[in-house]
């Protein structure tokens, strides 16, 4: 039928434009090359015809010999590919296959097919063509890798095992696992520097739940061409973003997959070359060069130019064509370059040159010895003798002769780099190092040499061999002997002969324990009453006094005063002033919240009547750390403008990725600080996009009493997203609005605005906010704070009983408040009343303060 038309609109000879003339062309090897039932064939024929005869008027003689080719697939079998494969083609080529659950199982086998034809005319093999396989749905699953298989046979075998996942459609997550994973050498692909084309042919029959747009641009950049097949309702749109330009040689769609087959034909002249130039024949618009592949094409740029975003136009490379000077790198800018340094150094004033970074003399590094800078950091060290403290800044005297058994036989003394033995007045060390000997031995004098042959005790008998004259001497009077010579005295430390015995001595710091051998350290905080008013400290020669954080030491040495700088400085602080150790900083009383100038204290915004709020933060990758922060910063900005309070306003909050996590449930927290501190205790996740599973929990179970929700009491919830969600949001946003949650979302940058509006309640002008990035939400805070409070409960509604209950509850706490910070009668009712107000201790023992 379409052949029909065509005919008659482009009857006249010579009137075919050249896209007409493709079409036409596309449209006969279509007709001849599809295998059809007997019963269609005449059907077909009477196609053929009216199409030939419409070439043949329109295109010229030319199309005779692709139609004397093609006609010969008529009486052939359509399997012929398989007898004429690409010869001398190296490809690394990797399917991404739709597994989603709305592929029916017998178009997925044709999707099997459709693999199976296009792998007939590949050549496989380690130095041809080598292929992978991936699927995908709500998960990306490897079927096998460029490297698994080095013939078709294989890869067939492989494709015809496949199990249908019937899942999501996450085509965006599947294209960066083809580009980080698939095209990667340890997966089989081969080097980029051996210039074998990359190709990656993505087959979907919807839309993707994920972005695809700016991961399909970042592979196109990396060097993988790729081509789009779409089935059925596919956006057009869609395919051209996943595939390669020009969209007319990489971009397919068909009505259904009965018509895959269609395109292995198409895939087989533009795969395997046939011969063209794709450079010749396209439209490539590159600025300087163009490389033709088997596949595609590519622009490059002469020497001193790089390739733009574009892939087509070149801009001077100012580092490669001028002199720039840069001392260690040069880098290209957009409009000219800059000098960097190498991890380590820094830029000298001339923004040329670059200088080691000295970290140690930043005066940062809060070392006790020595300093010692590295490439990008610094270390401390301690001197000889001294071994650096797990504090990796202090350091401790090494004690070498209280890490083991010395030996010593009379003393052992500890040094710098060792601990070494000595002797006692009157003894000589050995040369073992380790005993000594009486300096009475071998002595020389001027009348010969003399050794002392032996001793004999009570009294004193003397053997002396004087030039081979033995001698004996008498004497009632002689050095001591050592007592601890024999070695077998037993001493931990020290031991120190006496006239009559061998006795057991400690080193400084230690004590001689009870059975006269052993030492112990000697506490000397516990030998008295150290009169210390905070903390007492035991050191090797005596115990000294050491204040808490916050406190000083005074002159006396035992007692502590506050560094209070509340008193010594002009704070303005409206309501109180609250110091710490080298700061202050101000507080409002309860009922009141800072204002931004961090001293003026006012009421809060939504200041009367009770709500529940459960906020809902993305964390995706797509956010950052960086912006991750900005947005815990505008929670804290909205929190500040509520009453956040036992009987007032709980908060909640998820954070959701591919997951979702309750950070804390609506009944953990009861002021607005403590909110906060939780909310700066987030840690950021950085995975997927799974808006719908994080609004499923937060309908099942955030507004749970076991979350700590209350009966009666308006629920509301903040959603902040930044990009389209994976999963579908409608259902469970609907359900929560149903329940009676008020639904407030704001979006930032690539959000979805249908999808915004999907989440939020009605009127969407009042419940849904955007930000073109995370820098503009500040101006956002007032809006939705002035949103929130609306929907919180109205003075007409006072009189209903829960709301009575309510008030009675917090009337109680302020009562119990007031009495405890103004009154500040004892808890003892026995006590006498004090002449001082008493100060509320926590179990640290530190001041308590209460602070909103």
């Keep these: 039928m379409k052949g029909l038309v065509l005919s008659r609109v482009w009857f006249s000879p010579g009137l075919c434009p050249p896209a007409v003339c493709e079409d036409l062309q596309g449209l006969v090897g279509l007709v001849?090359?599809?295998t059809v039932s007997p019963q269609r064939s005449a059907v077909r024929m009477r196609s053929l015809l009216l199409a030939v005869s419409c070439l043949l008027c329109c295109c010229g003689a030319a199309l005779l010999d692709r139609l004397g080719d093609a006609g010969q697939n008529l009486t052939s079998d359509p399997n012929n590919l398989a007898g004429n494969p690409c010869k001398g083609v190296p490809l690394d080529f990797v399917f991404v296959i739709d597994s989603s659950r709305s592929i029916r199982p017998p178009d997925y086998e044709r999707v099997k097919t459709f693999i199976l034809g296009l792998l007939r005319f590949l050549e496989?093999?380690?130095?041809?063509?080598?292929?992978a396989l991936l699927q995908y749905g709500s998960a990306v699953r490897s079927e096998f890798p460029l490297g698994a298989h080095a013939t078709r046979a294989e890869a067939e075998r492989a494709v015809r095992a496949m199990q249908h996942l019937a899942s999501g459609t996450m085509t965006g997550l599947a294209l960066r696992y083809a580009m980080e994973t698939a095209f990667a050498e340890a997966e089989g692909a081969r080097p980029a520097a051996l210039g074998v084309p990359?190709?990656?042919?993505v087959v979907t029959d919807g839309r993707p739940q994920d972005a695809v747009e700016e991961v399909a641009a970042e592979a196109r950049r990396a060097g993988i061409r790729i081509f789009a097949v779409g089935v059925g309702r596919v956006d057009m749109r869609t395919l051209q973003a996943i595939g390669s330009r020009p969209h007319a040689e990489h971009v397919y769609l068909v009505a259904d997959f009965g018509q895959m087959e269609t395109l292995v034909s198409v895939f087989r002249s533009k795969l395997c070359g046939g011969g063209s130039d794709m450079c010749a024949v396209t439209d490539h618009q590159c600025q300087h060069t163009c490389v033709s592949s088997?596949?595609?094409?590519?622009?490059?740029?002469?020497?001193?130019?790089?390739l733009n975003a574009d892939g087509k136009t070149c801009k001077a490379a100012f580092c490669a064509v001028t002199d720039h000077g840069c001392a260690h790198i040069c880098a290209d800018l957009a409009e000219g370059y800059e000098c960097r340094c190498r991890p380590g150094f820094q830029l000298n004033a001339d923004l040329r040159t670059c200088s080691r970074i000295d970290y140690c003399d930043l005066g940062l590094h809060g070392c006790e010895h020595d300093c010692v800078n590295t490439p990008e950091s610094f270390v401390c060290r301690c001197t000889a003798g001294y071994t650096l403290n797990p504090d990796s800044k202090t350091c401790s005297k090494v004690d070498h002769c209280a890490e083991g058994p010395h030996g010593c036989e009379h003393e052992a003394v500890n040094t710098d780099v060792s601990c070494v033995c000595k002797c006692r007045e009157g003894f000589r060390l050995r040369p073992d190092g380790k005993s000594c000997e009486s300096e009475y031995c071998d002595r020389n004098t001027a009348h010969g040499?003399?050794?002392?042959?032996?001793?004999?005790?009570?009294?004193?008998?003397?053997l002396?061999?004087?030039?081979?004259?033995v001698l004996v001497l008498v004497s009632l009077s002689f050095p001591d002997l050592d007592r601890c010579a024999d070695g077998k005295h037993g001493c931990e430390q020290e031991c120190v002969s006496t006239q009559d015995s061998c006795v057991c001595k400690c080193r400084n710091g230690f004590t001689l324990r009870p059975d006269g051998k052993t030492c112990k350290k000697v506490d000397h905080c516990a030998e008295g009453p150290h009169g210390c008013e905070h903390e007492a400290v035991n050191t090797e020669m005596s115990c000294v006094c050491k204040c808490r954080e916050g406190f000083t030491l005074r002159p006396d040495g035992k007692s502590c005063e506050s560094v209070d700088l509340c008193q010594t400085v002009d704070h303005g602080c409206e309501h109180r002033c609250l110091s710490a150790p080298d700061a202050y900083r101000c507080v409002c009383t309860e009922g009141f919240v800072l204002e931004e100038d961090g001293r003026s204290c006012r009421k809060p915004d939504c200041g009367a009547g009770a709500m529940d709020l459960v906020f809902v933060i993305d964390g995706s990758k797509s956010l950052g750390p960086v912006n991750f922060e900005r947005v815990k910063r505008f929670v804290d900005a909205v929190v500040d403008g509520l009453d956040v309070s036992g009987a007032g306003t709980h908060v909640g909050l998820l954070q959701y990725s591919t997951k979702v996590r309750t950070e804390f449930p609506l009944g953990r927290y009861s002021s607005a600080r403590e909110v906060k501190e939780a909310v700066s205790r987030v840690r950021y996740m950085g995975r997927g996009s799974m808006t719908g599973?994080?609004?499923r929990h937060m309908f099942l179970s955030s507004f749970t009493a076991k979350e700590g929700a209350r009966p009666g009491v308006p629920r509301a919830t903040v959603v902040l997203t930044d990009g389209r969600s994976q999963d579908d949001v409608a259902e469970w946003a609907d359900k929560a609005k149903s329940a009676g949650v008020t639904m407030f979302v704001l979006g930032v940058g690539k959000a979805i605005e249908e999808e915004l509006k999907q989440i939020a309640s009605e009127p969407a002008e009042e419940h849904v906010f955007y930000a073109e990035n995370f820098d503009q939400m500040g101006g956002i805070t007032n809006r939705l704070k002035s949103g929130i409070c609306r929907d919180k409960s109205s003075d007409a509604d006072l009189c209903q009983c829960e709301n009575l209950v309510l008030f009675q509850k917090q009337t109680t706490e302020k009562m119990t408040t007031l009495t405890r910070d103004n009154i500040l009668l004892p808890t003892n009712p026995k006590a006498k009343?004090?002449?001082?107000?008493?100060?509320?201790?926590?179990?640290?023992?530190?001041?308590?303060?209460r602070e909103t």
């Design 32 to 34: 001849l090359t599809r």
């Design 124 to 131: 496989v093999g380690p130095d041809a063509v080598r292929v």
């Design 198 to 201: 990359r190709v990656a042919m």
């Design 294 to 306: 088997p596949a595609s094409y590519r622009c490059t740029c002469r020497p001193g130019y790089m």
């Design 449 to 462: 040499a003399w050794r002392m042959v032996s001793v004999v005790a009570a009294p004193v008998i003397i």
């Design 464 to 469: 002396l061999v004087i030039n081979s004259l």
């Design 693 to 695: 599973a994080a609004l």
């Design 833 to 849: 009343r004090p002449n001082k107000p008493l100060k509320n201790k926590q179990p640290n023992n530190k001041p308590y303060i």
